[in-house]
């Protein structure tokens, strides 16, 4: 419905999905970081410039996602490392995606040179709700070259996996693991 008229009808969740990806004020396929506020010598050998969300938003929880984030050097710069971090409004981390945690593969990059990398995940376990992200660089284990905390907010909705159960406010990370069951006779209960 939009103003008395009827406008769609359908599944309540495609229309609900599609309601929300039209009408959300928060959808920016690309945000542009490069005049964001940074700290101290934060941005000065290397500066993160801009984020594209590739695979659409809002992100939907089980879904895949895609992310771009473009950076530029101004100096030469060894060991170079990003991560992506999801935090409650609270600003408690929940989540962090790093490109060195399996592989431990850090780049060199020369002076002046535009660069991106690009973040897969095949299945997002956020529950639906709002997330601050937050965005760095650095520099071998422990030297920051870059770093925007609270970079912005996404929304996560439910997705075509999305059980209902965890589609309330502060329900965080869900991960997949393996349990196993194990029943026995039960023995009768004392009587009160």
């Given at each position: 419905?939009?103003?008395?008229?009827?406008?769609?009808?359908?599944?309540?969740?495609?229309?609900?999905?599609?309601?929300?990806?039209?009408?959300?004020?928060?959808?920016?396929?690309?945000?542009?970081?490069?005049?964001?506020?940074?700290?101290?010598?934060?941005?000065?050998?290397?500066?993160?410039?801009?984020?594209?969300?590739?695979?659409?938003?809002?992100?939907?929880?089980?879904?895949?996602?895609?992310?771009?984030?473009?950076?530029?050097?101004?100096?030469?710069?060894?060991?170079?490392?990003?991560?992506?971090?999801?935090?409650?409004?609270?600003?408690?981390?929940?989540?962090?995606?790093?490109?060195?945690?399996?592989?431990?593969?850090?780049?060199?990059?020369?002076?002046?040179?535009?660069?991106?990398?690009?973040?897969?995940?095949?299945?997002?376990?956020?529950?639906?709700?709002?997330?601050?992200?937050?965005?760095?660089?650095?520099?071998?284990?422990?030297?920051g070259l870059d770093y925007l905390?609270?970079?912005?907010?996404?929304?996560?909705?439910?997705?075509?996996?999305?059980?209902?159960?965890?589609?309330?406010?502060?329900?965080?990370?869900?991960?997949?693991?393996?349990?196993?069951?194990?029943?026995?006779?039960?023995?009768?209960?004392?009587?009160?």
């Amino acid at each position: 419905m939009q103003q008395g008229r009827l406008v769609k009808t359908g599944g309540a969740r495609q229309i609900v999905d599609e309601y929300l990806t039209s009408n959300n004020a928060m959808l920016k396929s690309v945000v542009d970081l490069s005049n964001a506020k940074r700290h101290g010598d934060q941005g000065r050998r290397l500066k993160i410039e801009k984020l594209e969300w590739l695979s659409g938003l809002p992100m939907q929880h089980g879904e895949k996602f895609s992310i771009r984030i473009h950076f530029r050097t101004h100096d030469q710069v060894d060991a170079v490392s990003v991560g992506l971090g999801f935090s409650n409004l609270e600003g408690t981390r929940l989540l962090s995606y790093d490109t060195d945690f399996q592989e431990n593969h850090r780049p060199d990059i020369a002076k002046g040179h535009a660069c991106f990398t690009d973040i897969t995940v095949g299945e997002l376990p956020l529950a639906p709700g709002l997330y601050n992200f937050s965005i760095g660089c650095r520099s071998g284990d422990a030297f920051g070259l870059d770093y925007l905390p609270e970079a912005g907010q996404v929304e996560v909705i439910m997705g075509p996996k999305t059980p209902g159960y965890i589609a309330v406010p502060g329900a965080g990370v869900r991960l997949v693991s393996d349990w196993k069951w194990n029943f026995s006779p039960a023995s009768p209960l004392p009587e009160l």
